[in-house]
């Protein structure tokens, strides 16, 4: 039933940290400038697909390429059954 849609595509999201900086900020922003964000350093990044936070994750690095490590997956919604 579910077969046709297990080869659409979604867009993945990988979510550093988030922060908040006023307009005065945003335009004063050049090469190198740093902006602070609310995560600590070592906290796992979001991983949203579709816009949806689905996992927790670790920067992977597989040969020359970025990947990320799922550590952890959301839990499933109330209600909705996850097979």
């Known amino acids: 039933m579910f077969d046709p849609l297990g080869a659409l595509s979604c867009p993945v999201t990988v979510v550093l940290g988030t922060g908040q900086i006023s307009v005065r900020q945003c335009l004063e922003l050049e090469p190198h400038s740093i902006l602070r ?4 350093a070592g906290d796992d990044l979001r991983v949203l697909v579709n816009g949806i ?21 959301a839990p499933a919604l ?3 059954r996850t097979t």
Request: proline share 4%; aromatic share 0%.
């Open 37 to 40: 964000l609310a995560e600590s």
């Open 53 to 73: 936070a689905i996992a927790r994750g670790e920067v992977a690095i597989i040969d020359t390429s970025t990947a990320i490590r799922v550590t952890e997956l």
């Open 78 to 80: 109330p209600g909705k």
